[in-house]
């Protein structure tokens, strides 16, 4: 008997693991896969968004730096335009538009194709409704910097240039909705090209209004308008005729109209999100016109924060894979999918805000 414990005991292993710790190794196992595959994902989806975000921010900067070569005065307005178009404009859309993320999502996810179409098309109602005032700000730009104590001579010269980026605005409110559409659906490479080939485009159309016809600082926001409208109708042609969509977008209904309070109460903590975090950047340039030499200080701050804000652009991108994610796993899959998607993100680099806020959204 004495031999026999021995034997056992010398063939039994010297620390004793229970079948709950080995599952647990399994389970943990199991989820670095999956964290590891889903990082995969978002890294495919977030390098053409980051192309998209991109491309879309060039077309302002290219236009200043045509503007840049008419003059120190010329460069001055039109940044100081460029800012408080942002500021009280293209900044809000984002954020308004951001909601379709968590909308779209959760209606693919629930395999309610139809509902993408429905959903784009309030956002199109609801930011197309908001633009009107906005174009009504925009148009008093040279008043309004004035009162903000603004030297007249940029002032006066950023309310011409903003004038004639008013028809850019509601282009930009549509093209925000169909971006969220496609980018709900990973359809992302079709927006890569259409957005290079306006940008390419956009070279062109700025060198023939800003040197050729004469306009000058005119020419460069006229461009930005244009622009802006033909990647929208690259986008819509798509849309309309490709297999891709053919589930999610069934033509324009009435249903549309409908629930649109719901929209807005989701939009704008996204829109105030948003607001905040690019005002931050865009005030400085608004700022600097109250230094001494304003023409100098603000044309060589919004060289600057161009440069800066084109690195911000990667984060950005990165965001919005993740939360095309996370807002799909809402229905998909239970709480933790989503909170591993959150987790996943901020593994990517991304920013903590974005995907916190679309989790509380999707709760």
Wanted: proline residues 3%.
């Amino acid at each position: 008997m004495e031999r026999e414990e021995q034997k056992s005991t010398l063939n039994s292993p010297l620390i004793q693991i229970s079948s709950e710790e080995i599952n647990n190794n399994r389970q943990t196992c199991s989820e670095k896969k999956k964290i590891i595959e889903e990082v995969k994902r978002q890294l495919w989806l977030s390098g053409p968004l980051i192309s998209v975000s991109l491309l879309q921010f060039c077309l302002q900067m290219i236009s200043v730096m045509f503007v840049g070569h008419l003059g120190e005065l010329p460069l001055s307005g039109a940044s100081m335009a460029t800012s408080f178009a942002t500021v009280t404009g293209f900044s809000f859309l984002v954020g308004l538009s951001s909601a379709l993320e968590t909308l779209c999502g959760q209606s693919y996810g629930a395999k309610q194709y139809h509902m993408l179409g429905i959903h784009m098309q309030r956002g199109m109602f609801v930011l197309l409704l908001i633009s009107v005032p906005l174009a009504l700000i925009w148009a008093n730009t040279e008043s309004l910097l004035v009162a903000a104590h603004q030297d007249s001579e940029i002032s006066k010269e950023a309310g011409l240039y903003a004038r004639y980026m008013i028809p850019s605005i509601f282009a930009y409110a549509i093209l925000q909705c169909l971006v969220r559409f496609l980018q709900t659906q990973n359809i992302v490479f079709p927006m890569v090209l259409s957005s290079g080939i306006t940008a390419l485009l956009h070279i062109l159309v700025c060198w023939i209004l800003v040197f050729k016809s004469g306009l000058g600082s005119r020419g460069a926001a006229l461009a930005n308008s244009i622009s802006y409208w033909i990647n929208v109708l690259l986008l819509a042609i798509y849309v309309k005729f490709s297999s891709s969509c053919a589930k999610t977008w069934t033509g324009f209904s009435k249903e549309a109209l409908n629930n649109v309070f719901n929209f807005v109460r989701l939009a704008i903590p996204s829109a105030v999100m948003v607001c905040l975090e690019m005002w931050s950047f865009e005030m400085m340039v608004l700022l600097s016109g109250l230094l001494p030499n304003p023409a100098l200080e603000t044309s060589v701050l919004s060289i600057s924060l161009n440069t800066a804000s084109t690195v911000w652009m990667i984060p950005f991108g990165l965001s919005g894979a993740a939360r095309s994610r996370t807002s799909r796993s809402c229905k998909i899959s239970s709480l933790r999918c989503t909170c591993h998607g959150c987790y996943r993100g901020h593994f990517g680099g991304i920013s903590a805000d974005f995907d916190t806020q679309r989790l509380g959204l999707c709760l």
